[in-house]
């Protein structure tokens, strides 16, 4: 598969990408393995590869090592990643479940084929594929979902600022809504984000304060 073949990676073992690829209710449905325990070894080969990582990159204590991994390892960046490479294209899923392919899965799928890379081609190969993948947030010090309302407020703390998200538009039918947020710090407004969800709304709108604050 190509999410493989531009790496120069192919399974001795083809069945174990069959296995990583499908999801409890597609076997629910045709029998056969999911992808569960392989993800239970990815990520575990993940955690050891990006923690050896970091651990060479930076100088950094635990906690800000920990923090730091738990960042690019999180359920949003895996999913980026595997959306990034394609690996979402190809998950087997049961018919209830086609509507609803979420990050979850996704991240899930990933965790999984690393798990299969692990097992077939060892560790060296997983490592490469891994930090290859990883690598363009890496090197940008991408802060993924989950960070970027934490960072703002300590940010906001440290100049003792007020901080406020501000709900500006709730458009589409009530199973498809769109949010828009605006995030504002003393009185001024630094960043507006949209999202599914007004949580990921917020956190577009702190990322994009975070970003002009950047610059």
């Not at 076997?27 to 060479?56: M, P």
């Not at 738990?70 to 895996?78: G, K, N, R, T």
């Not at 989950?146 to 407020?153: A, C, E, F, M, P």
């Amino acid at each position: 598969m190509n999410f493989l073949a531009k790496y120069n990676i192919k399974l001795s073992n083809e069945n174990l990408l069959k296995i990583a690829l499908t999801h409890s209710s597609y076997s629910n449905e045709h029998g056969g393995e999911n992808y569960e325990r392989l993800e239970f070894l990815g990520d575990a080969v993940l955690q050891l590869i990006t923690s050896e990582y970091f651990y060479k990159k930076y100088t950094y204590q635990e906690g800000e090592l920990s923090k730091i991994r738990a960042s690019f390892v999180c359920e949003e960046a895996l999913a980026q990643y595997a959306k990034d490479v394609g690996i979402d294209k190809h998950i087997k899923v049961g018919n209830g479940q086609i509507r609803n392919i979420n990050d979850t899965i996704i991240a899930d799928t990933f965790e999984s084929v690393l798990g299969a890379i692990y097992l077939d081609q060892g560790f060296e190969v997983a490592r490469k594929y891994a930090l290859e993948v990883l690598s363009p947030y890496v090197l940008e010090h991408h802060v993924f979902l989950g960070d970027y309302k934490s960072r703002l407020q300590e940010m906001v703390q440290t100049d003792k600022k007020s901080l406020e998200y501000r709900l500006i538009s709730e458009t589409g039918p009530s199973h498809d809504k769109t949010f828009v947020f605006e995030v504002v710090i003393d009185g001024i407004v630094y960043g507006k984000g949209q999202g599914k969800s007004k949580k990921e709304a917020e956190q577009n709108a702190a990322y994009d304060a975070l970003k002009k604050e950047a610059k």
